[in-house]
């Protein structure tokens, strides 16, 4: 795999502290498991004029304790539905982690990254590297665990359990 | 080991393990509500395809719906109930209660075990001595159901001890609230929160409850008590004890925490968690006086038949306000049967008080508990972000039952130490 492919990133825009599941993806559309159709409300609390940034956002940039509140794992996927790459934290809510691992979405944890981004900056992580690059600087972060990268790399739980089986089959 | 390292050693075939250690452990027991249920259902049978493993350690409750509203909700139920039948899992219909009470007494839950959930407070049966964690749907539906396994980090624990005998009018549940202020919310991201000292030790079961269902709003993984004769009396009443093997579990003198916090608080006020957060806790006195339209007694911190009897006492020869609608949804079958038995069901009908059946009442608002702008409630819920309960503009505070039922009489937050 070439250097270029492990970046994933693009546009910025910024949150705050403790956004919960509830502001991600409101209760009442959890029904749904699409994740195209949930991001047609991913961050509706937040109004209508966030909702058009949202449009054109590959990375969220959250303060402390994102994702906080329910479980719901729509609270990762709406944002996949929504071409959201990767979100960048201060730090995240254990369960949206997890979620975000299983359902293939990249997040990084990096305090200084979120103090020096702006809302429109481009920002880009390289996970295989621990790297994220943004305003002319390079930050870095912890690599993945190496279980955690190859469920990613499937693209979430599931697929990974299944490649996972398949080539044990065919042993 | 800490209670939570013996449960995770015993459930992944190892001798010991240690925080930080990346564990495939053989799950006991999921639980599901209706919402959840649902979600996971559909990812199993579209992504998955395979067989459920072990159909009776499978759990669904419907409790955000009691009765469907709308066609809409009626075809999720009907999708759920057929799901269940096909799959064999154990369902709790319409009517059981609260997800987390309903599993409690019908003996699905007790200490040792691993339990996970899709609702978020899942932690809250670590006061039953259980390693009892959240998961998502993909967890439940890529290695639960097929496998009966999931992957878990272990974690640091911090050990928190409790101290003092409490005020009149303040309650486990005012101490919870408080707990979340002290250490933030995310204030223990990961970690598992042990729970001890005097004054949990004093507590019954249903009292250390309150207490692990917090944890989750400090970001912890799990938060748990050691099971003591209480727990395992329950625990055998209800057929509960095949996990409590004879486990490793040291003396706390030689686990190995990352931190230990000793608090008093024999000096606590009544506690209020106020919108927008759980975290914005304030002592009662800074909100009494505040306005509501709605109190509910329900929930996953409400509606037991503790919180009845409270609202029995504090309701004596007492009407619920005429501006107030006053909501109780008993949080299990047994509650309310309790509650018919000691005629508390008659009393606090005649003081104005609405009845609404076993289930999870307003969280979320599913099946109830809309509110317009400018409308306020007080409740024994557990979460209060806006938008969750109608309106982004109206107001959620959460509160003890004893601070709920005095406001419910007065109109607005009324400090409980005033009224006693």
């Known amino acids: ?102 359902t293939g979405l990249t997040i990084v944890e990096s305090p200084e990254a979120v103090k020096a981004v702006k809302d429109g900056d481009e920002l880009y992580v390289d996970t295989q590297a621990g790297t994220l690059e943004t305003g002319g600087k390079t930050y870095s972060f912890p690599p993945y665990p190496e279980s955690l990268q190859h469920i990613l790399r499937a693209g979430g739980l599931i697929p990974y359990v299944a490649e996972k089986i398949k080539q044990e089959q065919s042993k | ?114 339990v996970v959930g899709s609702d978020s407070h899942t932690p809250v049966h670590g006061a039953m001595g ?40 303040t309650t486990p549940r005012d101490v919870a609230l408080w707990l979340v202020s002290q250490i933030g919310e995310g204030g223990a991201i990961y970690k598992a929160i042990e729970l001890g000292g005097p ?48 486990m490793e579990v040291s003396p706390v003198s030689e686990r190995k925490y990352e931190k230990r916090l000793e608090f008093d608080v024999s000096d606590l006020a009544p506690q209020v968690a106020c919108s927008p957060t759980v975290g914005n806790v304030k002592t009662v006195d800074k909100v009494a006086g505040t306005t509501i339209q709605y109190a509910e007694l329900g929930g996953h911190a409400g509606g037991r038949i503790e919180d009845l009897r409270v609202a029995a006492e504090v309701f004596k020869g007492k009407r619920v306000h005429p501006e107030v609608c006053l909501n109780i949804v008993p949080s299990s079958r047994v509650a309310f049967a309790q509650a018919l038995e000691e005629g508390i069901v008659a009393q606090l009908h005649e003081a104005g008080a609405m009845w609404f059946p076993p289930s999870t009442g307003s969280n979320q608002a599913v099946n109830m508990g809309a509110m317009a702008a400018g409308d306020a409630m007080i409740s024994t819920h557990s979460r209060n972000f806006p938008s969750r309960n109608g309106s982004i503009d109206a107001a959620m505070y959460l509160a003890s039952s004893h601070t709920v039922s005095a406001s419910a009489i007065a109109g607005c937050i009324t400090d409980i130490r005033e009224v006693l």
């Not at chain 1, 949202?54 to 996927?77: D, P």
């Not at chain 2, 390693?131 to 640091?156: C, I, Q």
């Not at chain 2, 912890?220 to 209800?238: L, Q, S, T």
Request: hydrophobic share 40%.
């Open chain 1, 1 to 102: 795999m070439s250097k270029s492919e492990n970046k994933l990133g693009g546009s910025c825009l910024k949150v705050g502290d403790d956004i919960n599941s509830d502001v991600i993806i409101p209760g009442r559309y959890l029904i749904s498991i699409d994740p195209v159709e949930l991001a047609k409300h991913a961050f509706e609390p937040l109004g209508e004029e966030f909702q058009k940034k949202l449009k054109t956002t590959k990375v969220i940039v959250a303060g402390r304790n994102f994702g906080c509140g329910s479980a719901r794992e729509q609270a990762a996927s709406c944002l996949i539905g929504g071409g959201v790459q990767v979100v960048v934290a201060e730090s995240f809510a254990r369960v949206f982690y997890r979620n975000a691992i299983n």
């Open chain 2, 1 to 114: 080991m800490t209670l939570i390292e013996a449960i995770l050693a015993r459930a992944s075939g190892r001798e010991t393990v240690k925080p930080g250690d990346v564990v495939v452990a053989n799950v006991d027991r999921m639980i599901m509500h209706d919402l959840s249920g649902y979600v996971t259902s559909k990812v199993f049978d579209e992504k998955v395809g395979l067989p459920i493993a072990n159909p009776d350690r499978i759990v669904m409750v419907f409790d955000h719906l009691f009765s469907p509203p709308s066609e809409t909700e009626a075809e999720v139920l009907q999708a759920d109930r057929a799901w269940a039948r096909k799959h064999g899992i154990n369902l709790l219909d319409c009517g059981n209660g609260n997800i987390h009470n309903a599993v409690v007494h019908n003996g699905f839950i007790g200490p040792g075990m691993v």
């Open chain 2, 130 to 169: 259980a390693f009892a964690v959240a998961l998502g749907n993909d967890s439940h539906a890529g290695t639960v159901l097929p496998y009966s396994k999931a992957w878990f980090k272990v974690p640091e624990t911090i050990r928190i001890d409790l101290h003092g005998t409490l005020q009149p009018g």
């Open chain 2, 199 to 246: 004054l949990v030790e004093e507590m019954s079961l249903f009292d250390r409850w309150l207490l692990t269902l917090i944890t989750v709003d400090l970001g912890a993984k799990c938060g748990y008590v050691d099971p003591d004769e209480k727990v395992f009396k329950f625990a055998r009443e209800h057929n509960a004890m095949q996990a409590w093997d004879e």
